[in-house]
């Protein structure tokens, strides 16, 4: 549970920027935060779905936190979507990052949906497309190191 707590106090920490990308290193550092800070969030949301899975949490607290970190998703992905890319490089990396980070929302939303309903032990379950949405937005970061 003290994993649980820490984790969800250092995904409140992600620095995240909004604004104008006049360069191409602009752009990527601001690509790299957008998808550092969605797999922190993602991150959470597996580690809230295996707990309830496991039993070690309750049905609201799950139900809350997951939707707090959807919002938190979603509050990412639009930040990064304000962001003017400066270039057709660009261009190609904001859509493939987009990709991912819609396709993370869309499993988030089904952890959530499916903790709302009471269906706690299947959490973990329904939570496993978010290991894949986790490794691509490693590969991303690596990609763009």
Do not use: W
């Not at 992905?77 to 396709?103: H, K, V, W, Y």
Request: hydrophobic share 40%.
């Amino acid at each position: 549970m003290r994993l649980l707590c820490a984790t969800l106090v250092l995904t409140g920490c992600v620095d995240h920027m909004v604004g104008p990308a006049r360069t191409q290193d602009d752009f990527d550092r601001k690509a790299r935060t957008t998808a550092s800070a969605a797999r922190s969030t993602v991150e959470t949301v597996r580690l809230v779905a295996e707990t309830a899975s496991d039993g070690n949490a309750f049905g609201p607290y799950s139900g809350v936190s997951v939707s707090e970190q959807e919002d938190t998703l979603t509050e990412i992905q639009g930040d990064f979507n304000s962001i003017q890319p400066p270039n057709g490089t660009s261009d190609d990396m904001r859509a493939e990052l987009n990709e991912i980070l819609t396709a993370s929302l869309h499993h988030v939303a089904a952890v959530r949906i499916a903790i709302r309903r009471g269906e706690l032990r299947a959490a973990a379950d329904v939570a496993q497309p978010l290991a894949a949405d986790s490794d691509a937005l490693t590969a991303f970061l690596d990609e763009h190191a």
